[in-house]
């Protein structure tokens, strides 16, 4: 064989080697792939919490009329929920353990269900006064406090008792009285709104379910808000 035609045979050996070894995946498929994983990571991303209360247990009791036997039973808790704004924040409840795992429950159903609750910060913040927090729509539990117009304790002032966006599910007493307004003053229970319970709703039935028992059936009024546990 001529020089000429065996310099020819090894160059076309050596191009046929060159193209087995190429890989398949081409630049822009590579570059194609990236982008779609990045995509899905961004898609997949945890939405952003709103912090609505970040406190201490030492924070959420200071200044308490409470005897340290109640402080005693007492755990605060962070709960996640959608606002009425449709965003996810974490609060705080402060509330007697032996419905810690009630609650915690019950809130998981509220976040899955996304049912509004307006905010949940411990009563501390308002000076403990409960009147000032239902009228911010503050969901909470515990407050050192007696029942209004006797020298009874309530069921709150064991953190036994959780009251839920007060301001959206007002006290409204049985038999209308001038004398006797719709507490927090100035709230309306309207069920078409977002954030209001009734007695077919979910959140209702969950709490009847754990053997809670609700507000709406006491004898004198409808307090629609609350619900303890004995």
């Known amino acids: 064989m001529c020089r000429i035609c065996l310099c020819?045979?090894?160059?076309?050996?050596?191009?046929?080697?060159?193209?087995?070894?190429?890989?398949?995946?081409?630049?822009?498929?590579?570059q194609k792939l990236q982008s779609s994983v990045e995509f899905d990571s961004i898609n997949t991303k945890e939405p952003e919490i709103i912090i609505d209360s970040n406190m201490s247990f030492e924070d959420a009791i200071a200044g308490t009329d409470a005897p340290q036997e109640i402080l005693d039973q007492l755990v605060l808790v962070d709960v996640e929920y959608y606002s009425t704004d449709?965003?996810?924040?974490?609060?705080?409840?402060?509330?007697?353990?032996?419905?810690?795992?009630d609650i915690i429950a019950i809130f998981d159903t509220i976040k899955t269900i996304r049912f509004p609750v307006h905010q949940a910060i411990p009563i501390v913040a308002y000076?403990?006064?409960?009147?000032?927090?239902?009228l911010a729509n503050n969901t909470s539990a515990f407050c050192y406090r007696k029942v209004a117009g006797t020298n009874n304790l309530s069921r709150h002032a064991k953190g036994k008792a959780i009251d839920i966006n007060p301001f959206f599910n007002p006290l409204i007493w049985k038999t209308p009285n001038q004398n006797r307004p719709v507490i927090p003053e100035g709230a309306q229970h309207n069920k078409n709104v977002a954030g209001t319970l009734h007695e077919e709703h979910p959140i209702v039935k969950e709490f009847i379910k754990r053997k809670f028992t609700w507000g709406y059936n006491f004898p004198k009024y409808y307090d629609i808000h609350h619900f303890h546990k004995d």
């Open 8 to 30: 020819g045979l090894i160059f076309f050996v050596n191009l046929l080697f060159l193209f087995s070894c190429t890989p398949n995946s081409s630049k822009p498929e590579i």
């Open 86 to 101: 449709d965003k996810l924040h974490r609060g705080q409840i402060l509330l007697n353990r032996s419905i810690k795992e």
């Open 127 to 134: 000076g403990w006064d409960d009147n000032r927090s239902m």
